[in-house]
């Protein structure tokens, strides 16, 4: 079914052409769940003013282009590698964080692309990703009650600093802004360019970060042979025509939209369409997308794809009418659906999820996330998550997908391009007695950069065998 057909949905609902009723600000009249309580409600809308009357970030057509590349993952055309930090702290927004985050995606990528033979999309968590939801809105600290971080663009992780300050929204998006132009920058120059090999070679990268030397010389296989082929194309002369596709690549930008006051500024109407063009993809949280709430009805208006986290406290009842409401007129990877469930359930939550979706006539794309759900204390007090059971999580997503005769088309990972200690295991096999050596993330721990290169080697391979019956539909 193409986005022009005219669409009835399962409940017999006729689809709506447009998003009626509908505003940037319409979500004002709905319950908005973790929503933030400032001191000054002038000061608030001067900043909102300002914001309001900054230019975009990004543009109409880069969305519409992820937009395009998204309807052909849910075709299961290409892959979708989403990634980065759970919380973007302000202080990320420098040389090295971004250029190595950078480089462990294009890393990431070129695995798959090169591993699973297909294309791939690639989007950050990052140039945004500062607003956190929190499951209490208070933590005790030494006897004494204080706000929860909720971001960099809410609060500070110093004590003393944890009041609301209606300033940090004016701080993301100059914190956004100037991680996209390096990001933009980089890009243009041949940063990504294939035959620069040393954005590519872990010999001249991090070389250190990667211990194993199983994943180094894998990794360096490919390379080789890439550069390689590359060569060969170039001796005689038949690199002309794809010389363009292999001097960059597509990246696109994402955060999860929770602060609504901040996303209805960057929304901006094209022709007679709504964008949010402080990003490229945004993503409704596990905890707010109810179906009547403020964040759902926010997202509807707009023309971006977005995904909704999905966990197991969803209903399969509620998904076709939630999809009927983000994706009234059934295009094609128009919504994503990262799951997230934990390794020890997923297989007790997806195949329904998926049936219900099967049941509508919304295709959307469907996303393993399997971070979330497996995050743990260890007895020192340290959140962690354990390596083996991302890799459980996503082998039995691969394999439900495939036995529903469904498509996994995509992954959705934190992580960092440095050598954190965050994830127990991994090649390094990292022990608990490890994670204080270089503890960073002051939200969700993250994949460090050789485990990351790690889960893109084994997400190539499940690719490859577990690759859905409908591949060659
Ligand atoms: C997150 O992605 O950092 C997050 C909070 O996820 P979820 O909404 O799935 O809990
Ligand atoms: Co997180």
New binding site residues.
């Given amino acids: 079914m193409t986005s022009s057909s005219p669409a009835k949905m399962s409940n017999g609902t006729p689809a709506k052409a447009s998003a009626e009723g509908w505003s940037p600000e319409s979500w004002k009249a709905k319950k908005v769940l973790q929503d933030v309580a400032y001191d000054s409600p002038e000061e608030v809308e001067k900043v909102l003013a300002k914001l309001s009357h900054l230019p975009p970030l990004v543009s109409s057509q880069e969305v519409d282009k992820l937009r395009q590349q998204l309807a052909e993952v849910a075709e299961n055309k290409r892959f979708l590698l989403q990634g980065g930090d759970?919380a973007e702290l302000f202080d990320y927004c420098s040389q090295n964080p971004i250029e190595n985050k950078l480089k462990v995606l294009l890393q990431m990528s070129l695995i798959l692309v090169w591993g699973g033979r297909t294309a791939v999309t690639r989007i950050a968590r990052m140039g945004g990703q500062y607003a956190?939801?929190r499951s209490k809105p208070t933590e005790m600290i030494n006897g004494v009650e204080y706000n929860a971080f909720r971001g960099d663009n809410v609060n500070g992780i110093d004590l003393a600093d944890r009041r609301p300050d209606p300033q940090r929204l004016l701080g993301a998006y100059f914190h956004s802004a100037a991680t996209m132009n390096y990001v933009r920058a980089l890009l243009s120059s041949g940063f990504a360019d294939l035959h620069h090999p040393e954005v590519w070679n872990l010999d001249s990268w991090n070389f250190s970060h990667v211990e194993n030397p199983a994943v180094r010389a894998e990794y360096q296989a490919i390379v080789n042979r890439l550069q390689d082929s590359l060569d060969f194309m170039r001796t005689i002369g038949a690199d002309d025509a794809s010389k363009e596709a292999i001097k960059t690549v597509d990246l696109f930008m994402s955060h999860?939209g929770l602060l609504l006051d901040y996303e209805t500024q960057l929304t901006r109407k094209v022709g007679e369409k709504h964008y949010n063009l402080g990003t490229h993809y945004l993503w409704i949280?596990?905890?707010t997308r109810q179906l009547d709430g403020g964040h759902v009805e926010y997202f509807r208006g707009l023309q971006n794809p977005i995904g909704v986290?999905v966990?197991p406290s969803m209903k399969p009842e509620e998904l076709g009418p939630l999809l009927n409401i983000l994706d009234p007129n059934c295009e094609p990877g128009k919504v994503t659906l990262?799951t997230?469930y934990g390794h020890d359930k997923v297989a007790l939550y997806l195949p329904a999820h998926i049936k219900a979706v099967q049941a509508t006539r919304h295709k959307v794309v469907w996303c393993c996330?399997p971070m979330?759900g497996n995050t743990e204390s260890t007895a020192s007090g340290l959140k962690t998550r354990r390596f083996d059971h991302i890799v459980e999580e996503l082998s039995k997503a691969f394999r439900v997908h495939k036995e529903c005769n469904s498509i996994l088309g995509g992954v959705h990972f934190?992580l960092t391009g440095d050598a954190v200690t965050e994830t127990i295991g991994g090649s390094m096999n990292l022990l608990e007695e490890d994670l204080s050596k270089n503890y960073q993330t002051f939200?969700?721990p993250r994949l460090n950069y050789e485990q990351s290169l790690d889960i893109a080697f084994m997400i190539a391979k499940y690719y490859v065998s577990e690759r859905s019956p409908l591949k060659n539909l």
């Fill in positions: 759970c956190k939801p999860e949280g596990d905890r986290k966990g990262i997230r996330d979330h934190e939200c969700d």
